[in-house]
């Protein structure tokens, strides 16, 4: 598969499932189930982590996401979503507040 034919692949991809299952990535469905957003999420943040640009070659390419969907998915196998932190929420520190003042609610 070249390159191009990958990433028309990867388009039709939307679900956790869907990439774990075009990548060959072996998964527990319960797992899955309970982690599918950060799975994908920690996916994409191993991707753009890369000390280096993807391969352009589509071979050493889909190498190198399978790759990393299989990290992103271990995570979640060998932790929980809480522990990982994927996600910004689980880094805010305390309550976040805004202020709007009444004559805001009302402005148009």
Same mark, same amino acid.
Request: hydrophobic residues 40%; negative net charge; aromatic residues 12%.
């Given at each position: 598969?070249?390159?191009?034919?990958?990433?028309?692949?990867?388009?039709?991809?939307?679900?956790?499932?869907?990439?774990?299952?075009?990548?060959?990535?072996?998964?527990? *469905?319960?797992?899955?189930?309970?982690?599918?957003?950060?799975?994908?999420?920690?996916?994409?943040?191993?991707?753009?982590?890369?000390? @280096? *640009?993807?391969?352009?070659?589509?071979?050493?390419?889909? @190498?190198?996401?399978?790759?990393?969907?299989?990290?992103?998915?271990?995570?979640?196998?060998?932790?929980?979503?809480?522990?990982? &932190?994927?996600? &910004?929420?689980?880094?805010?520190?305390?309550?976040?507040?805004?202020?709007?003042?009444?004559?805001?609610?009302? &402005?148009?």
């Amino acid at each position: 598969m070249n390159r191009h034919e990958l990433e028309e692949n990867l388009e039709e991809l939307s679900s956790a499932e869907d990439f774990l299952d075009f990548f060959g990535v072996s998964y527990n *469905p319960g797992v899955v189930q309970v982690n599918r957003l950060h799975i994908l999420q920690r996916f994409h943040d191993y991707l753009n982590r890369r000390g @280096a *640009p993807l391969p352009e070659d589509g071979t050493a390419r889909f @190498a190198a996401y399978r790759a990393h969907l299989e990290q992103a998915y271990q995570d979640f196998v060998a932790s929980d979503a809480l522990t990982e &932190k994927v996600f &910004k929420v689980f880094h805010m520190h305390g309550p976040q507040t805004t202020f709007v003042a009444l004559g805001d609610l009302f &402005k148009r």
